[in-house]
């Protein structure tokens, strides 16, 4: 009674959706590699803003990874259009175009409403650029130009060095330290990193989602007019179609059986019990394992499908004459159904999805519409296999990398 209990609550679609998965674990942190400079740009956009005289409301943040050197561009909306022009206008002209560009793509945070902020952005960039970064323990500015920025204090109260007259020695000495000090800012961004993974890995857990398995994603986003409190932030459910690296998962809508474009964290997502998963009369005694409702049988091979499509000739299978042992195709008095051996290909005709059926006791194949066959047998396809019936490549294991 007890186990029943248990099963019929934790099956309530609104109670999954509604409440936070409190007790999930984060998964291990993955650091990011190290590379040189302007190699890898990491971008956020905040705001808005009190629109200024010009008509910028947000600011573009760009940083570079390795050496922390910053820009804050004032940009006028959040379009991709907007954001393309800035980069390439501020960013790619001066540093050259970078191999990556990393972006949370979270919302833009709030700030005290100021009209005169984008005036403030050039001393704000100056302070940062000088200061020594925790990690790399070097400013932006020295592990860009070999030597530290020269303050208002420097060129008025402290006395000027002798600067070496012949140019290529000059030259030779800035290339020395450049080097020195990228050399010294990579060791010591390796060691910040190992130790912010361990501290943050004492608390997370490897995810254990396995291929098929239902789940629902957080999405924080509160859709416009709606209230955060009111507003389920757990959207789904969702099968697992594909594994990726760094625990990262390929999604398909149950609804439609539609991927989603990018590869979802493990930390968004949380097992889902199907809702009718509800126990019977005959159920199993107490003393006999139960399945896990979260994680749905494979599906049956041998399960009754709808009839081909009978307006299509070719759509209807034909009996083969080598197999003598085969059970009649059922007649419930107003249709008929045929077992289904297996799945060989798909296709989409007018944006249906249609597969090519294998029937049992039939050597002719025919296309049937998604609605006509058993559910599990879909998404054990679309997760398995291509569109041309071949199997998918399995990913390589989730690594670290360095």
């Not at 984008?118 to 704000?124: F, K, M, R, T």
């Not at 080097?179 to 912010?196: F, H, P, S, W």
């Not at 008929?336 to 944006?351: A, G, I, M, R, T």
Request: hydrophobic residues 30%; contains cysteine.
């Amino acid at each position: 009674m007890y186990q029943a209990v248990a099963d019929f609550i934790r099956g309530c679609d609104s109670c999954q959706r509604a409440k936070p998965h409190v007790h999930a674990k984060r998964v291990p942190l993955t650091p990011m590699p190290i590379t040189d400079t302007f190699v890898r740009w990491h971008i956020d956009l905040i705001g808005p803003f009190k629109e200024t005289k010009l008509g910028h409301c947000h600011i573009l943040i760009v940083v570079c990874a390795f050496s922390k050197w910053t820009e804050a561009c004032p940009v006028r909306s959040e379009t991709a259009e907007e954001i393309a022009n800035v980069l390439h206008k501020e960013v790619f002209s001066r540093y050259g175009s970078p191999t990556s560009l990393v972006s949370d793509r979270g919302q833009g945070f709030m700030n005290e409403n100021q009209s005169n902020w984008a005036e403030l952005l050039p001393g704000i960039l100056m302070t940062f650029r000088m200061s020594p970064s925790a990690s790399s323990e070097f400013s932006p500015y020295h592990l860009l130009f070999g030597k530290e920025m020269n303050l208002p204090v420097d060129t008025t109260l402290l006395p000027k060095t002798d600067i070496n007259k012949n140019l290529k020695v000059h030259i030779e000495n800035i290339i020395d330290c450049l080097k020195i000090a990228k050399r010294c800012a990579t060791d010591n961004l390796k060691y910040a990193q190992e130790k912010q993974k361990k501290h943050y890995d004492k608390k997370t857990a490897l995810p254990k989602f396995e291929i098929q398995d239902l789940v629902l994603m957080y999405t924080p986003k509160v859709p416009v007019g709606l209230a955060s409190k009111l507003h389920r932030k757990q959207d789904g459910p969702f099968y697992i179609a594909a594994k990726g690296l760094n625990h990262t998962y390929k999604l398909r809508r149950c609804e439609d059986n539609k991927m989603l474009k990018s590869m979802i964290n493990a930390n968004r997502l949380k097992l889902y019990t199907p809702p009718d998963h509800r126990p019977d009369q005959n159920a199993p005694p107490p003393d006999v394992p139960r399945p896990d409702p979260r994680r749905e049988e494979q599906p049956n091979f041998q399960n009754p499908v709808p009839p081909p499509n009978p307006n299509n000739d070719e759509n209807v299978p034909i009996p083969d004459a080598d197999i003598s042992d085969t059970d009649e195709p059922v007649d419930d008095g107003s249709k008929q159904f045929y077992d289904v051996e297996k799945l060989v290909q798909s296709k989409k005709v007018n944006n249906e999805q249609q597969f090519l059926v294998k029937w049992v006791g039939y050597r002719e194949k025919t296309w049937e519409p998604e609605q006509n066959l058993p559910i599990q047998m879909v998404r054990q396809y679309l997760a398995t296999k291509t569109q041309k019936g071949t199997r998918r490549k399995k990913r390589k294991r989730n690594n670290i990398l360095h």
